[in-house]
Nanobody, 131 residues
Framework: DVQLQASGGGVVQAGGSLRLSCAASGFTFDDYAIAWFRQAPGKEREGVSCISGSDGSTYYPDSMKGRFTISSDVAKNTVYLQMNSLKPEDTAVYYC????????????????????????WGKGTLVTVSS
């Protein structure tokens, strides 16, 4: 069975840091892109970052650059999201997801950071940033 187990959420004060983990199993890690999405109350799910399971390349939308860092430990089939300088508007449920890696020659991982591009989803982990 495919499993994506997200952990590491919690309550943190504004300006603080958290590291989320996503443990993946049940599929070939190298064939997939692993992504973090988040969904705040009343808002649509949005992509935070994406990493290639095959070569470790990463993608961040402009709005997520600077404070978030995605990384992976291939030996552990685990993807991490380091979040620094957290703001109250970062409060959301954070989900990890996996999508078969397309390998777009023109746009790289950018097309992967899309809800429709994901094949598997884990249960989210709640991040609450207090002001």
């Amino acid at each position: 069975d495919v499993q994506l187990q997200a952990s590491g959420g919690g309550v943190v004060q504004a300006g603080g840091s958290l590291r989320l983990s996503c443990a993946a199993s049940g599929f070939t890690f190298d064939d997939y892109a692993i992504a973090w999405f988040r969904q705040a109350p009343g808002k649509e799910r949005e992509g935070v970052s994406c990493i290639s399971g095959s070569d470790g390349s990463t993608y961040y939308p402009d709005s997520m650059k600077g404070r978030f860092t995605i990384s992976s430990d291939v030996a552990k089939n685990t993807v991490y999201l380091q979040m620094n300088s957290l703001k109250p508007e970062d409060t959301a449920v954070y989900y990890c997801a996996a999508g078969f890696e397309i390998g777009d020659p023109d746009y790289g991982l950018a097309p992967q950071l899309d809800v429709a591009a994901m094949n598997y989803w884990g249960k989210g982990t709640l991040v609450t940033v207090s002001s």
